[in-house]
């Protein structure tokens, strides 16, 4: 049996014990100027650029092209993750612009579509997308998670994007290093994770990976979450252990990416303070984390000690989610729920009044070796 590629590191409690003594890295407090609507009448959350091999956000005359997830808004927004389809906006020196659904009605093998990235190709048109596909068309709703890809092109000048090809699966859970994302129903308010295909390019030797969100295949634990990590074999994609691991601290690191800064590694994600073990909740936060490392396959180490980069507030606790890094430091998330002043978001017309469902105000990142704090 050939030696593995790496060992994943694990996400310790006792770098998580350390959060909530990071002060400097509480986000401000979203007011009601913040909340304008990305595309009326809609609700849009998790958010992924169009960016080059390199990581680096493309821009078109000062824009940059930016997909969400998107739906009308319904009367609760938590029915929006039944309903979700990626939709292509851009953003520049006037905000934001819609340029509607990315796939046509019907074309993506799942009943809705979730988060993933894309990739613009040294043409400036090939555009390639990584996406997850939530349960499969046709179907009874279920949260079985299968990662897939679609070439198409890229028409700046129209700011549209057509000619997909057939998407395909990119790579399957292989049920041993990570479990199946299959259950027809959510279990304690939890799913298994295989899902956020994020495309990296290792500038060390052109390697190409996909990161996912994943669940830990080889024990039985709710608080399981791995960051998983398939690498390109000639033309297929081949699954390589996870690159961290939560087991026993965390269940869910959500939309992992991967940054290079002076030629360190720098992975993020988010994930949210009901996912921590309760050994570690009273420490956890909702939040962007990151480690570092001086290779991909680590050993990674938590920024600032404990892994947490920026974080809601204590005083609005669930303002805000899913933040995405870009390659120049540049953060934007979405406005989850705001204005809540200590209330929890427990009831269907609560969530409505305060659900934001649009870009959250923008921040950037400095780094300095192993500290990544908010500029």
């Known amino acids: 049996m ?3 590629l790496w060992t994943p590191t694990h996400w310790s409690a006792a770098a998580i014990a350390g959060i909530r003594d990071q002060a400097d890295a509480a986000l401000p407090v979203i007011g009601a100027a913040d909340v304008a609507p990305v595309v009326p009448d809609h609700d849009v959350w998790d958010m992924w650029p169009i960016a080059d091999a390199d990581g680096r956000t493309v821009f078109v005359d000062g824009r940059s092209f930016w997909f969400f997830l998107a739906t009308p808004r319904f009367a609760d927004p938590d029915q929006r993750h039944d309903a979700a389809r990626i939709r292509l906006t851009s953003h520049g020196a006037d905000g934001w612009r819609d340029h509607g659904d990315t796939f046509a009605e019907g074309f993506t093998p799942g009943s809705r579509e979730w988060s993933g990235s894309a990739v613009l ?8 997308m990584y996406f997850t596909a939530s349960g499969r068309r046709g179907e009874p709703r279920s949260f079985e998670q299968r990662l897939f890809e679609s070439t198409g092109r890229f028409v700046a000048a129209a700011a549209q994007t057509e000619g997909w090809s057939p998407p395909v699966e990119s790579v399957a859970t292989d049920r041993v290093t990570y479990a199946a994302a299959d259950q027809t129903e959510a279990v304690d308010d939890r799913i298994k994770g295989f899902r956020d295909p994020g495309y990296f390019r290792d500038p060390a030797d052109g390697a190409e990976y996909l990161l996912f969100v994943g669940s830990a295949g080889w024990l039985d634990d709710v608080h399981d979450g791995v960051i998983g990590a398939a690498r390109r074999e000639g033309d297929r994609w081949v699954l390589t252990p996870p690159l961290v691991e939560a087991i026993g601290t965390n269940s869910e690191l959500e939309r992992p990416h991967i940054v290079v800064v002076d030629g360190r590694y720098y992975l993020f994600w988010s994930t949210q303070a009901k996912r921590f073990a309760p050994d570690t909740a009273a420490a956890g ?4 984390y990151a480690m570092v490392a001086d290779r991909i396959g680590g050993p990674w180490r938590p920024v600032n ?6 974080g809601n507030p204590a005083a609005e606790p669930f303002q805000a989610y899913c933040w995405w890094v870009t390659g120049e430091l540049d953060v934007i998330s979405f406005v989850d729920f705001w ?3 200590g209330r ?8 409505r009044r305060h659900f934001g469902g649009t870009a959250a105000p923008w921040f950037r990142l400095a780094i300095d070796g192993d500290r990544v704090s908010i500029a």
């Open 2 to 4: 050939p030696e593995p």
């Open 121 to 128: 190709a040294a043409d400036g048109e090939t555009l390639t």
């Open 344 to 351: 929890s978001p427990d009831t269907p017309d609560l969530r």
């Open 305 to 310: 000690g404990t892994g947490l980069v920026a």
């Open 285 to 288: 936060i909702t939040g962007l």
């Open 339 to 341: 204005g809540l002043e």
